[in-house]
């Protein structure tokens, strides 16, 4: 059983909701923009705690910061570490210039990383740091051969941060290459590709990241920010209906959404005050039906938001949007992506 933000929005300088340019972290993905992700709220709700800040449309610096350490200790050792073939084969000061290059076609996300990476390793060494000049915007299809970035500075600092860099980068690119064939199957269906909470842990934020730079939507970053009433969650409360009234008693503040298995089970959702529903694992004249069923009340009850999940692929895509789903969630996106084949070559020395 499975588990919204929008597509990019432009890469740069783009003005955060607070009025202050974004730049590296801070900037938004690129490139085949429509609404800005940070004014788009999540999928099925419009508010998130106070307690868990994120930068609109972006990666949270301090998030990064963190995520960037923690690798680059596996990586390293703890705090400063060392890397014994680059320390004992390169001199400190010697400078280089290293390309970010994609080894295959796809679609970029992560890069603005790369600058927290190699600023963390010059830190912990003591070395200058190294300039990365960012070439392709997150969000932005590119070729095998593409430079995405150009580094230059000391050539340990750009050894030491080769993998850690490669790691995260095409790990996130993976997720967003794999996202932009859902959103294209799509196109013009009117439905949205949704992930779901299973995502490699420590890297929610970025994963979540790159599905909205490869078209997709969010859902629920975590289980503090939706309810999400499920099987299990019925049968602890004993109805749907329980659950629903349980959730809004103690947590009045949050959205509700009720996963579905049969057509009684989505009305009795919707007489419960429920208008998100997720309609599991569903054939396809099944889920028409209940959609059906379900936007005939729509009169009564207001507007409601669908979702299709559940062992759904792609050749399937436009089938299951023809139901008039508005979402279809797929946990592959964040949990079977391959990376997208990416290398830092060194291209110059001295």
């Known amino acids: 059983m499975t588990e919204s933000r929008a597509r990019p929005s432009n890469h740069g300088t783009t003005d955060r909701p607070d009025g202050r340019p974004a730049t590296g972290l801070d900037a938004r993905p690129g490139a085949r923009a429509e609404p800005d992700p940070g004014a788009t709220p999540v999928a099925g709700r419009g508010r998130r705690p106070p307690t868990a800040p994120v930068v609109p449309g972006g990666l949270d610096p301090a998030w990064a910061a963190r995520t960037v350490a923690v690798a680059l200790d596996e990586d390293l050792g703890p705090a400063p570490g060392r890397d014994v073939t680059t320390q004992a084969t390169v001199a400190p000061r010697e400078p280089g210039v290293a390309h970010l290059v994609a080894r295959a076609p796809g679609v970029v996300a992560g890069l603005p990383l790369v600058a927290e990476v190699v600023g963390q390793v010059a830190r912990r060494f003591g070395l200058e740091p190294a300039g990365v000049e960012v070439l392709i915007p997150d969000g932005v299809a590119v070729a095998p051969g593409e430079v995405l970035a150009v580094l230059r500075g000391p050539v340990q600092v750009l050894l030491i941060s080769e993998r850690t860099v490669l790691n995260l980068v095409s790990r996130a690119s993976g997720v967003a290459t794999h ?24 890297l929610r934020e970025l994963e979540k990241y790159a599905v909205r730079c490869g078209g997709g939507t969010n859902k629920r970053m975590g289980l503090y920010d939706v309810a999400m009433v499920k099987d299990n969650h019925v049968v602890a409360a ?13 947590f009045p503040d949050v959205d509700v959404q009720v996963e579905a298995d049969t057509r009684d089970q989505a009305l009795e959702a919707l007489d419960a005050g429920a208008r998100f529903l997720l309609l599991d694992n569903m054939a396809t004249g099944v889920l028409t039906d209940v959609v059906a069923a379900v936007r005939a009340r729509e009169g009564e009850v207001g507007r409601v938001e669908l979702e ?16 008039g789903v508005d979402y279809l969630s797929v946990g592959g996106l964040t949990h079977s992506s391959p990376i997208l084949d990416l290398a830092l070559d060194l291209v110059a020395r001295g």
């Open 238 to 250: 004993g109805s749907v209906s329980a659950a629903v009234a349980a959730v809004r008693a103690h």
């Open 179 to 202: 996202t932009r064939r859902w959103a294209d199957a799509l196109d013009g269906t009117g439905a949205r590709v949704l992930d779901t909470r299973k995502t490699t842990p420590g």
């Open 308 to 323: 299709a999940t559940g062992n759904l692929t792609l050749d399937r895509a436009r089938e299951v949007a023809a139901t």
